[in-house]
């Protein structure tokens, strides 16, 4: 049914959520797995501690499908996530994109409690890419 499933993942727990949805998915379809990771464009850290960050959170996401036989391409990318995660998934092919409502937020993880986030919000990079994607997207919640 899908043989390509994106997830886009920060490094938030929230993120980490929806990778366990989509390898879940993927081991029921015999699918595989596009991990996208999007450093951004402008940081005030080096390139070199935002790639090791990157690389890491895309590890955790392989070696967690390798234990169920998944296999995972890793997709680690300049870009502005919210400019760009259409074409980004676009880019991977997929045929379904799983992505949680919420994620980081200015490098600092969404916390519900310290920033008063309702569970009726979505993140903006979620919210537009249920907007624009042309393939099917699973908000995991």
Request: charged fraction near 30%; proline fraction near 2%.
């Amino acid at each position: 049914m899908f043989d390509v499933i994106a997830v886009p993942v920060d490094g938030s727990d929230y993120g980490y959520e929806a990778a366990d949805v989509a390898i879940e998915i993927a081991r029921k379809f015999n699918s595989k797995i596009a991990a996208v990771h999007v450093l951004e464009e402008f940081s005030f850290n080096s390139y070199d501690s935002e790639e090791d960050s990157g690389d890491e959170i895309l590890s955790k996401i392989t070696k967690k499908a390798s234990e169920v036989d998944v296999e995972v391409v890793e997709h680690l990318l300049t870009a502005d996530p919210l400019r760009d995660m259409k074409f980004i998934v676009d880019q991977t092919r997929a045929d379904l994109v799983v992505i949680h409502a919420h994620g980081a937020n200015n490098n600092r993880f969404v916390s519900f409690e310290e920033n008063n986030v309702s569970d009726t919000q979505i993140g903006s990079v979620s919210e537009r890419l249920l907007r624009t994607s042309k393939v099917p997207v699973l908000l995991v919640k």
